[in-house]
Nanobody, 120 residues
Framework: QVQLVESGGGLVQAGGSLRLSCAAS????????VAWYRQAPGKQREFVAS???????NIPVSVKDRFSISRDISKMIVYLQMIGLKPEDTATYYC??????????????WGQGTQVTVVS
């Protein structure tokens, strides 16, 4: 069982920045994927960014100019750097991890989430 612990959320003024951290309890290997999702009240969970252990990134166009993702393999931490925050970025941000097994199956885990609130 992999534990994912998010941190770094908080209250920030519009235009501000936050860096979220997702600490994993297991090494992130080359093809493993750690992603960030967010969910605002009354809305569906939305993909924000992902990165593999090998460093391949995927960030949707909607946030690509403001959000970036990185990882520290030695510390088993994935970061989501957010700049130019807007009130519509307000949501609970969740860390998601998908670990590949030798069998080809994938084990998927979720963190508990960290709240980001952007006020104007």
């Amino acid at each position: 069982q992999v534990q994912l612990v998010e941190s770094g959320g908080g209250l920030v003024q519009a235009g501000g920045s936050l860096r979220l951290s997702c600490a994993a309890s297991q090494t992130i290997f080359y093809d493993d994927v750690v992603a960030w999702y967010r969910q605002a009240p009354g809305k569906q969970r939305e993909f924000v960014a992902s990165i593999t252990g090998g460093g391949r990134r995927n960030i949707p166009v909607s946030v690509k100019d403001r959000f970036s993702i990185s990882r520290d393999i030695s510390k088993m931490i994935v970061y989501l750097q957010m700049i130019g925050l807007k009130p519509e970025d307000t949501a609970t941000y969740y860390c998601n991890g998908r670990w590949s097994k030798n069998s080809g199956d994938i084990d998927e885990y979720w963190g508990q989430g960290t709240q980001v609130t952007v006020v104007s």
